[in-house]
C-alpha cells in the first residue's frame, strides 16, 4: 500500500481509496474508535429494484436515511443508465433527511430540493400522473415530500435531538412506494 504524509493513521483498502473503520452511528456520524455503532452497510451490493426498495425503506423506518442512500448508491451504480436519476434523487433524498436529522437545516433542504427536482425532471412520472412511477415508485408523492421537508426544515421546525431544528428521521421517513404501509 502506498500512503503518504497525508494519510498516515487513515484507514485504507487494499487500492488505498480511504475506508474509515470507525464505527458510526444511525445517521452515519463517526463514533470514537471502540465505541459500538450500528452495523455498517455492504457496498457493492446488486439488489433488483424491488429488493432496493424494501431494504431502502426498512432503512428509513428505522431512522437510518445514511444508510438507506448507500442502498440506493449501489443501484445506480449497477443499474440501467436510464435509471440513473431516478437512483441518484432517492439517494439525494436520503442524504437530505440525513442531514436534516443531524440539525443541518440549510444542506438538507438544499439535498432534498435537489433530490426530488432530480425526480421530477427526470422523465419519471410525477404526481400529475394518476399511477405509479417505476416498481411502483410513489415518485410524485416524494416530490411532494421532499419539498414540503425542506420548507419545514428552513423554518427551523423539529427538534430531532441533534440540535436545533433537527429532525427525527423515522418520524420523518418517506413512503417510497404508494402501497407501503
Request: hydrophobic residues 35%.
Amino acid at each position: 500500500m502506498n500512503r503518504t504524509t497525508h494519510d498516515r493513521g487513515r484507514d485504507r483498502d487494499e487500492e488505498g481509496r480511504a475506508r474509515s473503520a470507525r464505527p458510526r452511528d444511525g445517521l452515519g456520524r463517526p463514533l470514537p474508535y471502540g465505541a459500538e455503532g450500528v452495523p455498517r452497510q455492504p457496498e457493492g451490493v446488486v439488489r433488483d429494484p424491488g429488493a432496493t426498495l424494501r431494504e431502502a425503506q426498512r432503512l428509513f423506518d428505522a431512522g437510518m436515511p445514511f444508510h438507506a442512500h448507500e442502498v440506493f448508491e449501489d443501484a445506480w451504480k449497477s443499474g440501467p443508465e436510464a435509471e440513473r436519476d431516478l437512483w441518484q434523487g432517492l439517494a439525494q433524498l436520503a442524504v437530505g433527511l440525513t442531514h436534516a436529522a443531524r440539525g443541518n437545516a440549510a444542506g438538507g433542504a438544499r439535498l432534498l430540493r435537489r433530490g426530488a427536482d432530480r425526480l421530477a425532471a427526470g422523465g419519471v412520472p410525477t404526481g400529475g400522473s394518476p399511477g405509479p412511477g417505476p416498481y411502483g415508485i410513489d415518485v410524485g408523492g416524494l416530490v411532494s415530500w421532499a419539498r414540503e421537508l425542506a420548507a419545514r426544515t428552513e423554518g427551523g421546525e423539529g427538534d430531532g435531538g441533534a440540535g436545533p431544528g433537527a429532525v427525527d428521521a423515522a418520524a420523518e421517513a418517506p413512503r417510497l412506494r404508494r402501497d407501503a404501509a
